[in-house]
């Protein structure tokens, strides 16, 4: 598939997503969350890719938010619909049972904040800004950054963001727990590639199952979600991975996971 607003590479198990507008500093406009609902519906499908990395082109940016001259003009029904559109897309990359790290690699604001926070993990540039500016332009955020960042950083640290839609450096978030790890610049891209890897050694079934428990059960009650678990923990004890997982223990020798 042909996108114009993203590159998409594939190596190794590992789908790399580059979103590409670096003269915009890449802010999303609808063709890129249109693009990114296309890309996702894609590596969803694909056997062939085990986990994602989610990146922006250029040296500057990750994504500096929406695209603001869409918004300048927008309808109150419009930018609900937009604000809903993006929500789902979002949600989808949240969703994934394949792990998906964002690579912050500059500016990350506003929906580029929320798109980050939508990703299973955060691994920053030392050059990377984090924000959620939108109070500036007098709206609020419409990617789930209310929602997110609370949820991440606690309702205090969010708040604090969110209201004065002031910026922090990557050492900040890390801080505060928004990002999980700074490195130098040049080696974002591999850091994030080894990183993802050791979770490509490991059972699909078992990590699939994983980023579903946590996922469903963050947002139900302590009982349910320790049933999610339970139940996830038996039925992976039917699985050939868990039976080569243990025996390679056993045997003192690296597992061969074949996913299934
Ligand atoms: N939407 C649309 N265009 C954007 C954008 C956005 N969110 N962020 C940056 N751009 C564009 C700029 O308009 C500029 O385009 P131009 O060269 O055609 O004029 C280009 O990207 C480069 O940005 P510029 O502002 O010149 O870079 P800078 O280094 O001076 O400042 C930022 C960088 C990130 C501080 C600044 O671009 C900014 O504040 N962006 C908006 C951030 C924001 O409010 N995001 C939330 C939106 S809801």
Same mark, same amino acid.
């Given at each position: 598939?042909?996108?114009?607003?993203?590159?998409?590479? =594939?190596?190794?198990?590992?789908?790399?997503?580059?979103?590409?507008?670096?003269?915009?500093?890449?802010?999303?406009?609808?063709?890129?969350?249109?693009?990114? *609902?296309?890309?996702?519906?894609?590596?969803?499908?694909?056997?062939?890719?085990?986990?994602?990395?989610?990146? *922006?082109?250029?040296?500057?940016?990750?994504?500096? *938010?929406?695209?603001?001259?869409?918004?300048?003009?927008?309808?109150?029904?419009?930018?609900?619909?937009?604000?809903?559109?993006?929500?789902?897309?979002?949600?989808?990359?949240?969703?994934?049972?394949?792990?998906?790290?964002?690579?912050?690699?500059?500016?990350?604001?506003?929906?580029?904040?929320?798109?980050?926070?939508?990703?299973?993990?955060?691994?920053?540039?030392?050059?990377?800004?984090?924000?959620?500016?939108?109070?500036?332009?007098?709206?609020?955020?419409?990617?789930?950054? =209310?929602?997110?960042?609370?949820?991440?950083?606690?309702?205090?640290?969010?708040?604090?963001?969110?209201?004065?839609?002031?910026?922090?450096?990557?050492?900040?978030?890390?801080?505060?727990?928004?990002?999980?790890?700074?490195?130098?610049?040049?080696?974002?891209?591999?850091?994030?590639?080894?990183?993802?890897?050791?979770?490509?050694?490991?059972?699909?079934?078992?990590?699939?199952?994983?980023?579903?428990?946590?996922?469903?059960?963050?947002?139900?009650?302590?009982?349910?979600?320790?049933?999610?678990?339970?139940?996830?923990?038996?039925?992976?004890?039917?699985?050939?991975?868990?039976?080569?997982?243990?025996?390679?223990?056993?045997?003192?020798?690296?597992?061969?996971?074949?996913?299934?």
């Amino acid at each position: 598939m042909a996108y114009t607003t993203l590159q998409l590479t =594939t190596q190794d198990a590992i789908a790399t997503v580059t979103v590409n507008r670096p003269d915009k500093l890449n802010a999303l406009n609808t063709t890129v969350i249109e693009e990114l *609902g296309q890309a996702i519906a894609a590596l969803e499908r694909d056997s062939a890719v085990r986990g994602v990395i989610l990146t *922006g082109a250029g040296p500057k940016a990750f994504v500096a *938010g929406a695209d603001i001259s869409e918004l300048a003009s927008q309808s109150p029904l419009e930018g609900k619909a937009r604000s809903l559109a993006g929500q789902a897309v979002f949600r989808r990359f949240e969703a994934l049972r394949k792990p998906v790290i964002a690579a912050v690699n500059g500016f990350c604001l506003g929906g580029g904040c929320e798109l980050a926070m939508a990703c299973h993990l955060r691994i920053a540039s030392d050059t990377a800004r984090f924000g959620q500016p939108e109070v500036k332009l007098g709206i609020g955020p419409g990617y789930g950054g =209310t929602v997110r960042l609370p949820r991440l950083v606690g309702r205090g640290r969010a708040l604090e963001l969110l209201l004065t839609g002031g910026m922090i450096d990557a050492a900040e978030a890390w801080r505060i727990g928004l990002v999980n790890r700074v490195v130098p610049a040049e080696r974002l891209l591999p850091e994030a590639t080894a990183l993802l890897g050791q979770m490509l050694a490991m059972g699909p079934l078992a990590v699939a199952a994983v980023l579903e428990a946590v996922d469903a059960g963050f947002e139900m009650p302590q009982a349910e979600a320790l049933l999610l678990e339970a139940n996830h923990f038996g039925l992976l004890s039917a699985t050939a991975d868990m039976r080569e997982g243990m025996a390679a223990f056993l045997a003192k020798r690296t597992p061969r996971f074949e996913g299934r």
